[in-house]
């Protein structure tokens, strides 16, 4: 059902994320929004979700966070319109579901989307083993 991915879409799609993600961490939203975006992606791997949720799959992940204040809980204001530009880039796609008897709309990813999230967890993967990602990460893990 995914359309065919080629080189220069999927490079112009990777491209976007990119950018995205650099103008939410350079506007202190990485969290809410570049984030986000990558586990929207890694969540809907593992089963299709309707908005809320992903937000409380989300709100679970950062529950220590938010507990702490550090951050805050998922909004419907935040994550409905990252769920509409990652659907208009083909990364996802709704389809029509019930949940408790009503209309919903369940969202599942797409080729597309599954890869661009290998391609951040690839560069995710690669950053860790550089200074001083790996000074980070074996200090947080011991």
């Known amino acids: 059902m995914d359309n065919e991915i080629k080189g220069d879409n999927y490079q112009n799609i990777v491209n976007k994320q990119r950018k995205i993600f650099l103008r939410d961490l350079s506007n202190g ?37 938010i507990e702490d204040g550090l951050i805050n809980k998922s909004r419907s204001n935040k994550i409905y319109p990252i769920l509409k530009d990652m659907e208009h880039d083909g990364l996802i796609k709704k389809y029509d579901g019930t949940h408790e008897k009503k209309n919903i709309k369940i969202y599942k990813i797409t080729e597309t989307g599954q890869k661009v999230f290998d391609h951040h967890k690839a560069n995710l993967q690669e950053s860790m083993k550089r200074e001083p990602w790996k000074q980070f990460t074996d200090y947080v893990m011991n």
């Open 29 to 65: 939203l990485f969290l809410s929004n570049g984030l986000f975006r990558i586990l929207i992606l890694w969540t809907l791997k593992n089963k299709d979700l309707h908005g809320y949720g992903l937000m409380k799959e989300i709100d679970t992940f950062f529950q220590p966070q």
